[in-house]
């Protein structure tokens, strides 16, 4: 390998890290975020059937 190829390729590596480093928080972010708006629906979903089994009707 000459010494271009070296150069071409230590920045190629970098400029790949350099962007995972900016996508990784983005994708975690977003999982965190799905795992809260799942979360609170259920306990939504949870809360209107304890309302509507708390009163009996006939």
Do not use: N
Not at 1 to 18: G, N, R
Request: net charge positive; glycine share 0%.
């Amino acid at each position: 390998m000459s010494y271009i190829e070296y150069v071409v390729a230590a920045y190629a590596v970098f400029a790949a890290v350099l962007a995972w480093d900016f996508v990784a928080p983005r994708i975690r972010i977003a999982q965190l975020l799905r795992a809260v708006r799942l979360v609170a629906s259920r306990r939504a979903a949870a809360a209107t059937v304890a309302d509507d089994t708390a009163e009996l009707t006939r």
